[in-house]
């Protein structure tokens, strides 16, 4: 008696279960939405070189890089970049032309466009040094850009302000919303 009592709990408790609400799950579905919040693959030491005709143009190094897909998961959207982030710029001759360091970046390719964030420090062949907290930098137009606070530091002077844009070398920029400057003792 006790075994029937129990087998027949157990067939009301799998009816109950049964005649819940059911929930068709899409496996297509939900794999799409997984690949579009986790990365489609990490790696460490990473050392990814852009080129144009032959000749490295860019060379982002970082500790550890995540790889993410657009929307459809079709194509990469964006490389997270973090760890020790060191992003270099190169002539046609292969010369370094300057080179930013940063906490974390992210690069979007199909943009040519690098968004580099925390303790962003630029500095150029002639030493210049710009520190900001945010720095893009849009490939095609070969410029740095930022809105926010900067200081520039060269042999002569430091000097301060709100936003900034420079063609990627460091080599020439401007500043808007000029706070200030230092001129610095020759010595």
Do not use: H
């Amino acid at each position: 008696m006790k075994v029937a009592i129990g087998i027949l709990s157990s067939l009301v408790l799998m009816g109950l279960v049964a005649c819940g609400p059911q929930q068709e799950v899409n496996p297509a579905v939900n794999f799409m939405e997984l690949r579009k919040q986790e990365p489609l693959s990490e790696s460490y030491n990473l050392n990814y070189q852009y080129t144009d005709s032959g000749y490295v143009r860019m060379r982002l190094l970082a500790g550890r890089a995540r790889e993410y897909l657009d929307s459809e998961g079709q194509r990469t959207e964006y490389i997270q970049a973090d760890s020790s982030v060191r992003i270099e710029f190169y002539e046609a001759d292969g010369t370094l032309r300057s080179k930013l360091t940063s906490q974390t970046a992210r690069l979007y390719e199909g943009k040519g466009l690098a968004d580099a964030r925390g303790n962003v420090v630029v500095v150029n062949r002639e030493g210049d040094r710009l520190e900001t907290e945010q720095l893009f930098w849009f490939r095609q137009r070969k410029q740095l850009a930022t809105g926010g606070f900067v200081k520039i530091t060269t042999a002569t002077e430091i000097i301060f302000g709100d936003s900034l844009v420079a063609r990627d070398d460091f080599a020439t920029y401007k500043i808007y919303k000029l706070r200030g400057t230092i001129r610095l003792k020759e010595g």
